[in-house]
């Protein structure tokens, strides 16, 4: 006779409960595993931006000589006694009973003058340590962030620099380089507004005028000399504004020119940093709780408006930003008639047959086919057959320089919007099935065409499907790398795909995405370390993108189904 306790583990196994508990622990573990990986992405994106304190820091170096050092302290580790022997350390340093060994990883700047800019100290190796207000922290346009003591500000004589005119030092020093620092600034935004504003149309009517001398070779018209004497003229008084303004910009290069400061490194030794590749010069030991939040709301906005440097593993990604919505948007315009066209027809107008069998079964297999695959397709049939034919076609005087024959934002649109029309089509077509047929008859019953019936009852109660299919293909057309390598993305694009120039939007320039950036910074930057910080954050951003994207789904389609649930 069996007792109690087994009969109710008999009945808790044949009602296959267990099946419903390990369903439900595996989805809690997944889910925890993909919040703690979201923690911890934001975790190391935010800190990225948040004012790190500088450390002096006093140490035994390898040849057992006190040296200083001056960063900020970026990593902690801890190594077993065997890891450190084998990594060259020195045993008579270790107390006999340490079984691990602490190490800390510092960014000293300084790339330029000390390389390499980060450096691992055992705790055991370090003598004193301490944050002094006097450490300075440079950001430089080009060989990342220099710290040490500022000791003078000089002004040199343009014509013979080793001659300084004036030095500023002691309490006047912070405030006369803080305006100094802010007139650069302003410089630098004029001249960037020169050169992206009148040089860069001036540019791109040259080139015009050029085309239009080569279509009058290639084709020349019974007036030919007459327009190409025109075009010569136009082409001169181009040139010679071209000149005016190349005269004014060098004007405004060489007031960037002209100042200087000394800066007393970790060495001790004094080297001058030229203000005209300085940006900004903090002092985060002195910062308070307000001070550092305001500096990290600053460092924030930098990255999301500001341009990239020094290989990707400075600055800001706002081309990237830029290029990844841009894409997606000319991708939504591509993919949503296609695939609500397609699903539409599938359902309420193929007739069930083989045929339609087939092209269920080809828009499944079209889900799952590797992204790169649609990439290599972009490559060979958008970019070399169709661009190459267009540019045979209407940008014959451009050749041999390819206009679309060469990978662009246009193809990468295209591309992208074959890899997610499957997402439309079945999300789409389950909107559709979910209408009952009573409406349908009922609109026909009144009077109404099959068109009428379809654009004003069905589709309209089909809309919550439809939008969220568009949302969900947004979403992962935001995240895919792959296929964007082939045809259009890049690492650092000089110009954006919108400006002033007709036809404004230029859908044969290369681009920057996000999703490539974070590959770029990662994989191929020369500096593991300095690009590391990067990485996190840019991963962060395009992750609130894609979340942001389905959270607007998921309200527009709950407010959607709202509206149209009585109708059901």
């Not at 630098?188 to 239009?212: D, F, H």
């Not at 019974?222 to 004497?229: G, I, L, S, V, Y």
């Not at 934002?409 to 077509?429: D, H, K, Q, R, Y």
């Not at 589709?459 to 439809?466: C, E, K, T």
């Amino acid at each position: 006779m069996q007792s109690p306790t087994l009969k109710r583990s008999k009945s808790w196994f044949d009602a296959n409960e267990i099946w419903v508990w390990l369903n439900a622990g595996a989805l809690a573990l997944s889910v925890c595993a993909v919040v703690f990986i979201l923690l911890l992405i934001a975790f190391k994106g935010l800190t990225h931006f948040w004012p790190q304190p500088l450390y002096e820091v006093s140490y035994r170096a390898a040849d057992a000589k006190p040296t200083t050092l001056i960063g900020q302290l970026v990593e902690t580790d801890t190594l077993s006694r065997v890891q450190f022997l084998e990594a060259g350390g020195d045993e008579n340093r270790l107390a006999e009973d340490a079984s691990q060994v602490e190490r800390w990883l510092f960014k000293t700047g300084n790339r330029r003058i000390s390389p390499p800019d980060f450096r691992w100290i055992y705790r055991h190796d370090i003598i004193s340590q301490a944050n002094p207000e006097d450490l300075a922290n440079i950001e430089r346009v080009e060989w990342g962030d220099a710290f040490g003591r500022i000791k003078v500000l000089r002004f040199l004589n343009k014509e013979r620099p080793q001659i300084p005119l004036s030095s500023v030092s002691g309490a006047e020093l912070e405030s006369v380089l803080q305006r100094t620092l802010q007139r650069l600034n302003d410089t630098r935004q004029a001249i960037e507004a020169l050169e992206n504003g009148t040089i860069q149309k001036i540019s791109s009517e040259l080139r015009e005028l050029r085309l239009q001398q080569r279509t009058l070779e290639l084709n020349p018209p019974a007036d030919t000399e007459h327009q190409q004497a025109q075009l010569r003229a136009e082409e001169r008084i181009l040139l010679q504004t071209y000149a005016e303004q190349e005269a004014i910009l060098s004007g405004l290069l060489s007031n960037l020119a002209g100042s200087e400061i000394l800066l007393q490194t970790q060495s001790g030794d004094t080297h001058p940093i030229d203000l005209a590749d300085t940006l900004r010069v903090t002092y985060p030991n002195r910062m308070g709780a307000g001070e550092k939040i305001g500096q990290f709301a600053r460092n924030v906005d930098r990255f999301l408006t500001e341009d990239p440097r020094e290989a990707n593993t400075e600055g800001g990604v706002f081309p990237a930003i830029f290029g990844t919505v841009l894409m997606v948007l000319l991708m939504s315009v591509v993919v949503t008639p296609i695939g609500v066209i397609t699903a539409i027809y599938l359902h309420e107008y193929a007739t069930r047959g083989p045929l339609v069998r087939i092209l269920r079964i080809s828009v499944s297999n079209l889900a799952g086919v590797p992204s790169i695959v649609y990439g290599v397709f972009g490559l060979g049939f958008f970019v070399y057959f169709l661009g190459g034919n267009i540019d045979q076609l209407f940008y014959e005087a451009a050749l041999p320089a390819p206009t679309f024959g060469t990978p662009g934002l246009f193809w990468a649109s295209l591309t992208l919007a074959l890899l997610t029309v499957p997402v439309v089509i079945v999300s789409t077509e389950e909107g559709l099935a979910r209408i009952p047929m009573a409406l349908r008859e009922g609109s026909l019953a009144l009077g109404a065409t099959r068109a009428e019936t379809l654009f004003q009852v069905v589709l309209p109660m089909a809309s919550p499907a439809i939008l969220t299919g568009i949302i969900l293909a947004v979403a992962r057309a935001a995240g895919e790398v792959a296929p964007l390598m082939l045809v259009g993305v890049v690492k650092l694009a000089p110009t954006l795909p919108i400006d002033g120039d007709f036809p404004f939007l230029h859908l044969d320039r290369k681009f920057m995405h996000l999703g490539f950036h974070i590959y770029d910074v990662g994989f191929q930057s020369p500096n593991v370390e300095a690009a590391r910080p990067l990485v996190y954050a840019t991963a962060l951003l395009l992750i609130t993108i894609i979340v942001s994207l389905n959270l607007v789904a998921i309200t527009l389609r709950h407010r959607l189904e709202q509206r149209y649930k009585s109708f059901e």
